[in-house]
């Protein structure tokens, strides 16, 4: 054989063993961020590698066997294990924050969707624990939306215009005298104009205006026709399950979660 092709020969042995030794080794820096670090960008970053060096030792079995592995295999499991606990808190502490009043849940969403990553981190190598996130976040979801809209209508109720009541009739009434039941009896309103369309029309005409504010509106002393209350609950209700969807997708990659929140 040849010195240019046992050269050769050495060279490639030489970057096979690189490559090896890089992606088992595990460095200090990485032990740092993973166990004292706080979720951020830069733990975004470290878990990717993490996760590379796990399918790398699970899916070769050539590694699997190698006498490298056995120094390095129970710290990698250890970072595993610190990871997925350390994911698991900071993700349901950012759930919970959806509990408290007034909180503007699609800016918390956002906010929350530069770490799903680490879902796909739980995904991949805690399928159990990323089954208990995923049930968290569709009964906190559940209770958020169901408390906001039963509020949201309640508040509605209070700006309702009153149009017609129960004294105005439909028909034209029909009066008689001289019978021993009619002495006495107040006499029903045949007002035409109750149940005329009047302005109701805009109502179709505005059908994609934001939905009412309604402390604004009772700030201001509005009142409203029915109608114009259930379109405004209708584009909530239309805009929030759209919100919830493109969430649930993105952060989850899961359609289902969407069906279970709203189930």
Known sequence: MDMGLKLRNRKAAESKLSKFVEDIIVPPRMIDIIVDGEVNDEYMKTLEILSKKIKFIEADSMVKTSKALKDVQPEVERLRQKAVSKIFEFIIQKFYALRKPKTNI?????SVLKYKYTIVFLKEHAKEI????????I???????SAHFRAYIQALEKLQLDIATSTDLLGVETR??????SIGKEPLKARSSVFALGERI???KDIEQPALIPHISEAKSQKYPYEVLFRSLQKLLIDTATSEYLFSDDFFGEESLFQDIFA
């Not at 699609?106 to 956002?110: A, G, N, T």
């Not at 008689?176 to 039941?181: A, D, H, V």
């Open 202 to 204: 805009n109502v179709l």
């Open 176 to 181: 008689s005298t001289g019978y021993l039941f």
């Open 130 to 137: 990323y089954a208990e996130v995923r049930t968290a976040y």
């Open 106 to 110: 699609q800016i918390l969403q956002q």
């Open 139 to 145: 009964d906190t979801m559940n209770k958020v939306l």
